[in-house]
């Protein structure tokens, strides 16, 4: 079974999941590739827990502008890849190589000195429920989306997902 390259991984954004490459890929990681799908949700994912990372893929009639007044039940295209520290959720740390030189153990100072100032930031205040959202970072690079969060005293990354652009529309 082959290990997952997110360098590669990232190139296939926006793929539909009945793509043949998507399909190849996600085969060659070990994944069935057929995708648990509720019937109220937009979102379903492809999880390797113990290796640390998640496939996103949602459905496209949440995507496109042109769909939205449609119900759900269109394709799910592969949309976000989310890499974790191991001290997230209840997920294993990532151990592959990461793209931008990146590494779970730099703080957000170090982050924001090899990426630059990123294009947007949040987090650190009490949102929806009074939960508190931790501090992230988000960069449009390379043709997708990086976003980084942080742990509470910004000294090291929680997760790092990379994402298609297509995420980014209002």
């Known amino acids: 079974m082959k290990k997952l390259n997110v360098a590669e991984a990232v190139t296939l954004f926006d793929l539909a999941e009945n793509d043949k490459k998507l399909i190849a890929f996600v085969k060659d ?10 019937a109220d949700s937009y979102t379903s994912y492809l999880l390797d827990d113990e290796e640390g990372y998640a496939f996103v893929f949602d459905d496209e009639r949440m995507l496109y502008e042109k769909y939205a007044n449609l119900p759900l039940g269109g394709l799910f295209r592969f949309i976000s890849l989310q890499l974790y520290s191991g001290n997230k959720d209840d997920y294993a740390k990532f151990r592959g190589p990461i793209p931008h030189g990146l590494s779970f153990t730099m703080a957000r100072d170090q982050v ?4 630059g100032q990123p294009s947007q930031s949040g987090g650190g205040e009490p949102e929806e429920f009074g939960l508190e959202v931790n501090e992230w970072d988000l960069w449009e690079i390379d043709g997708y989306v990086l976003h980084l969060e942080y742990d509470r005293h910004l000294k090291s990354i929680l997760m790092i997902s990379f994402s298609s652009k297509l995420t980014l529309q209002e």
Do not use: P, Q, S, V
Request: charged content about 50%.
């Open 112 to 115: 924001r000195k090899a990426l």
């Open 29 to 38: 990681l070990g994944f069935d590739t057929k995708l648990e799908k509720e």
